[in-house]
């Protein structure tokens, strides 16, 4: 049956099984492809999205589960003020090598900052520890999400 | 910047955007007048007339095009290493441009045009394409920097020698007189092309050695990066794929019944090992998959264990193999010698888990056959292509895209072959991609390694002989056959001796294959990888038999070899070696030459209760020449250590009943966030030769951590993964 998902502010309308994962309508009904797969059993973050800001894994995540709510990708993350700061911070310390993963690890990165200004190492480990990197940029990813952090934090001071 | 046109297609808009590389290329040249260094599919009417464009054909790397954009043709593929921008650095720093001003495309298949100076064909591996492109991709830009000036020169009328280029233009100095790459483009490619142009001292490098920004990074931040993955056509079909799970095995029967009542499933393929479903997309393929009953028939090997291949390789290694290195009388010495060590050392089976799981997108058509996918080994790519669709190589065309990991996985074609053989009874456009279970139950994996060590010491407890037995797989004699010669594996055997001047040497290596269906290949360094653990870890029993200082005993046994000294030197003391550490950690080092490239790492481990190892910071000192992208170079240290990290602490590949054991990413584990260690890398000021740097990173890190761990509890580790079964209840102490 069709369902109707709000997509980076977008209706869209898909005709698929409910239980069709949402990462394969992202990428293969919808053409977004900056979603990845990796595992398809929630193993190793690449298809994190946001819905309602909050990081699920899309490989996951039956369509028919997303209702009403707001699915935020990839292509749109960075638009928004949060995932701007990621991504300037990924872009400044050149966190990706060969970039595959990078998808995911920023939509964790951006949802652990906007529920949690100024993580704690623990805090980053609890976060990212569901995306795999096999590129082992584990050490970038790590200084981007503190140098994120305190820009937001250094934008906080100053008014 | 990356045009749209790297990787060649358009992530949505299809084929209809993207035009095909050589179109691209021949276009570019005849619409655009442009200058392109000595590009063999140029028109006649161009004006680099045709026997010079095939005199100059192996410099095919450059083009400018009458706007001034420079484009690189880039013809090492991009899987993370950083190469499209350390590559086009180098063609930059001669042909005086920014980087800003560069666009990457990349190379069609073409072994003659593309090879690899290093190697002798078009791949991408084995830490080569820098020290392969190091001349050849400054002279092509040297070369076309030098048309550039004469133009400008016979249009002044001056001489060339009083012109000089700077930041894209050609300034006439005793004038100031300006013409921009722009405006000349069209008249240089008129100019003879030079042949010995003299290249820059490295004294004068502006861009090389400094760290550059990466051209491929932002399209890696929004997701517009095209991946072999991300292809789409119009009306492409996906597929996934079940090939026969008992290794070298086929595919006895199929009910489909099920798979095809699957809503969004088009159509069941069967081959001979391997069964298809083809949907409308990836969710119902998966499903469909998932319905499909499949009976098998075992391989020739039958349905064997691990188990049993161990035991062939125990047998294999009391066999005298084919002889490595020979120096002096090392057997006799050993056998004589009133003090010796001998140990046998182990590494497993491993998957190389490429965060993007195989895939492969073909159209065939019935003369032609279109392949899009992310590989190391292109022409190889499209002889496969070739070979499963039943067209001459001229028939198909390649397109190349990001890698989503390489890791040697790639330099394989055998999910092209699979790809092309489904796709060829089909009418339409067809993605494959596996499964991740596919995936890692399917790999070409890196070959099991069961040797023996031996060594003789004096009664100073330094080595008077050392031996090493290598017994494995041969990836060359598959691989590369012309280069498997007098049954020896030269990449089987590459720093089996280690880095030291041992007085006499023995190094030979046994041949011992598993069964039919179970492939081994290249795996992140595999030679040196292999032999460093062996070696580092055995010679750090050798200090220990001494009881003598890692660092100190060796390196008493590196006195002539001043840059492997240099790296475990520094390494240490930026490690603070001789410091103390605090209870409950360990601290073990190890120093590598591989790639051309020196290397040493200090480990600094902890043992939990349950065996469980934690390591909590990595010190590297890499001495690889002359640096091209320094960031580069810090960024492979890493990824390479964490690459091998998971290996040391998880990585193992095992078979029982025929079968592969390891799935996905909780059977076959990646080291993640948490578990990854503060990682320092300190760059050794060089101008020597550049050496590679995509694989030494991970040589280094196995064995400095076996000796951490020794250092910390007493407990010789000679087997890879790490068993935390045999650190339990281990004494603890700090070094």
């Known amino acids: ?159 | 910047m990356i045009t749209d046109r790297v990787g060649g297609t358009a992530p949505i808009a299809g084929a209809g955007r993207g035009l095909s590389r050589r179109a691209v290329l021949t276009a570019g040249a005849a619409a655009g007048g442009g200058l392109l260094i000595g590009f063999r599919l140029l028109p006649a009417t161009n004006a680099v007339a045709a026997p010079e464009a095939e005199a100059l054909a192996p410099n095919a790397f450059v083009r400018i095009e009458k706007n001034g954009r420079v484009t690189v043709i880039s013809p090492s593929i991009e899987m993370g290493q950083g190469t499209y921008t350390s590559l086009s650095m180098l063609i930059a720093e001669e042909l005086e441009v920014d980087l800003a001003q560069v666009s990457v495309e990349h190379a069609p298949p073409n072994d003659k045009l593309y090879a690899n100076p290093a190697l002798g064909f078009q791949v991408t591996g084995g830490s080569r394409s820098i020290r392969g492109f190091w001349k050849p991709l400054r002279a092509a830009g040297a070369a076309a920097r030098s048309m550039l000036v004469s133009a400008a020169a016979g249009m002044w009328k001056v001489e060339p020698s009083s012109c000089r280029a700077a930041k894209g233009q050609v300034v006439h100095v005793p004038t100031g007189r300006k013409l921009s790459y722009s405006a000349l483009a069209a008249l240089a490619a008129k100019q003879p092309v030079p042949v010995n142009v003299a290249l820059k001292d490295s004294k004068d490098f502006r861009l090389i050695g400094t760290p550059a920004k990466r051209i491929d990074t932002p399209a890696k931040l929004d997701g517009s990066a095209v991946f072999g993955i991300d292809v789409r056509l119009p009306g492409m079909k996906v597929a996934t794929v079940t090939a026969c799970p008992l290794i070298g095995g086929r595919v006895a029967d199929v009910d489909d019944t099920k798979a095809r009542a699957v809503r969004g499933v088009v159509q069941i393929v069967r081959l001979e090992k391997a069964v298809a479903v083809v949907a409308d997309h990836m969710g119902a393929a998966k499903k469909g998959l998932a319905a499909l009953s499949v009976k098998w028939e075992p391989g020739p090997g039958g349905l064997f264990s691990s188990a049993q291949l161990l035991e062939h390789m125990k047998v294999a290694a009391t066999r005298s193999g084919a002889i490595g290195k020979k120096e002096g009388e090392a057997e006799g010495v050993i056998a004589a010698a009133p003090k010796r060590l001998e140990a046998v050392y182990e590494l497993p089976f491993l998957a190389h888990a490429t965060m993007e799981p195989m895939n492969c997108t073909v159209h065939v058509r019935k003369d032609s056959c279109e392949v899009w996918v992310g590989n190391q080994v292109l022409a190889r790519a499209q002889a496969a292509a070739a070979e499963a669709s039943g067209l001459p190589p001229e028939k198909v065309t390649v397109h190349n895209h990001f890698l989503g990991g390489g890791f040697g996985r790639r330099l394989e074609v055998d999910y092209v072959s699979q790809a092309v053989a489904i796709a060829k009874q089909l009418e339409f456009p067809l993605k494959v991609i596996w499964t991740r279970e596919e995936d890692t139950q399917h790999d070409i994996y890196r070959p099991y390694y069961y040797d023996r060590l031996a060594a003789a010491l004096d009664d100073k407890g330094l080595p008077t002989a050392f031996s090493h037995r290598i017994v494995g797989s041969s990836i060359v004699a598959r691989w590369l056959p012309p280069l498997f010669k007098d049954d020896l594996d030269f990449d089987a055997i590459e720093g089996a001796a280690g880095v030291y001047a041992f007085p006499n040497v023995l190094v030979d290596y046994v041949r011992e294959e598993p069964p039919p269906g179970l492939l081994t290949g290249w795996w992140r360094g595999v030679g040196t990888t292999h032999n460093a653990f062996m070696v580092e870890g055995f010679v750090d029993e050798l200090a220990a038999a001494a009881g003598k200082d890692p660092v100190e005993y060796r390196r008493a046994l590196l006195d002539k070899a001043p840059r492997t000294r240099g790296v475990l030197d520094l390494a240490a003391e930026k490690a603070a070696w001789k410091k103390p550490l605090p209870a409950g950690i360990g601290r073990g080092i190890s120093v590598v030459f591989g790639f051309g490239t020196y290397v040493a790492q200090v480990a600094e481990v902890s043992v939990a209760k349950d065996g469980a190892v934690k390591v909590h910071r990595v010190v590297c000192a890499v001495d690889c020449g002359q640096t091209v992208n320094p960031d580069t170079i810090r960024a492979q240290m890493e990824g390479g250590i964490i690459f091998g990290l998971s290996a040391t602490l998880y990585g193992e590949i095992t078979i029982k009943d025929g079968r592969i054991e390891q799935a996905n990413f909780d059977s076959y584990r990646p080291l993640r966030m948490e578990e990854a260690p503060a990682i320092e890398v300190h760059i050794v000021d060089s101008k020597e030769e550049p050496g590679g740097i995509g694989e030494p990173g991970t040589s280094t890190i196995a064995p400095a951590v076996v000796n951490a761990i020794f250092a910390l509890t007493g407990k010789r580790l000679r087997k890879l993964p790490v068993d935390a079964s045999e650190l339990k209840a281990v004494q603890r102490s700090s070094n």
């Open chain 1, 1 to 159: 049956m069709p369902y109707t998902i709000n997509i980076n502010g977008v209706s869209h309308t898909v005709d698929v099984d409910g239980d069709t994962p949402l990462l394969w309508v992202l990428r293969d009904v919808l053409g977004m492809t900056g979603t990845k797969f990796g595992c398809g059993m929630a193993l190793c973050g690449a298809c994190t999205v946001h819905q309602d800001g909050t990081a699920i894994r899309s490989c996951i995540a039956p369509v028919d589960s997303v209702g009403k709510s707001a699915i935020t990708t990839i292509e749109a993350v960075t638009k928004t003020p949060g995932g701007r700061k990621i991504h300037d911070a990924w872009l400044d310390l050149e966190v990706p090598q060969c970039g595959y993963c990078q998808s995911g690890q920023i939509m964790s990165a951006t949802a652990l900052l906007a529920s949690n200004p100024r993580p704690t190492d623990k805090d980053i480990d609890d976060a990212m520890s569901g995306n795999v990197c096999r590129c082992g940029t584990y050490v970038r990813i790590r200084q981007a999400i503190k140098q994120a952090a305190r820009s937001t934090a250094e934008k906080t001071k100053g008014g």
